[in-house]
């Protein structure tokens, strides 16, 4: 995992390019739409996959994770220049760097933590655990829907 200056960094770059990109409209009135310490609008898109995110959530992390990596698939399809590719050796990693940084502010927006506090949230053995658990269903899936279309 990258440092935390890195990873700083990185989403730093993802907030403006978010907000470079930023779909101008009306957000639903019950949704913040800013992430407290960065004061930046959040992408409709974006506090739209919150909102799915945190239904989910309801049920269990495994199905947040699995709403975060469809929507985040999407996404990228929608803005490929939301991926930092100058940090990152591929594609793939530049997607987990995207997808981390949208878990931390996830759990910013959602529960109104503090950066730190997303991070070591994000860091925590079990997320991890959870996370890849996650990301094995979720290209299962893919995997599936790639047989039948055959």
């Given at each position: 995992m990258a440092s935390l200056n890195k990873q700083q960094k990185r989403a730093k770059r993802a907030k403006i390019k978010a907000?470079?990109?930023?779909?101008?409209?009306?957000k639903p009135a019950a949704l913040d739409d800013d992430l407290g310490d960065i004061g930046e609008p959040i992408p409709?898109?974006?506090?739209?996959?919150?909102?799915?995110m945190?239904?989910?959530?309801?049920?269990?992390?495994?199905?947040?994770?699995?709403?975060?990596?469809s929507d985040l698939a999407q996404i990228?399809?929608?803005?490929?220049?939301?991926l930092d590719m100058e940090n990152a050796d591929n594609e793939a990693m530049a997607a987990t760097h995207l997808a981390?940084?949208?878990?931390?502010?996830y759990r910013m927006w959602a529960d109104g933590m503090d950066r730190d506090a997303a991070q070591a949230w994000l860091t925590d053995p079990q997320f991890i655990t959870d996370f890849g658990d996650a990301l094995d269903s979720y290209r299962q899936s893919l995997d599936a829907q790639e047989e039948k279309a055959e």
């Open positions: 907000r470079q990109i930023n779909i101008h409209g009306r409709e898109y974006t506090l739209a996959m919150f909102s799915k945190r239904d989910a959530e309801a049920t269990s992390r495994s199905d947040m994770l699995l709403t975060l990596l990228i399809s929608d803005h490929p220049e939301l981390a940084d949208m878990l931390i502010d």
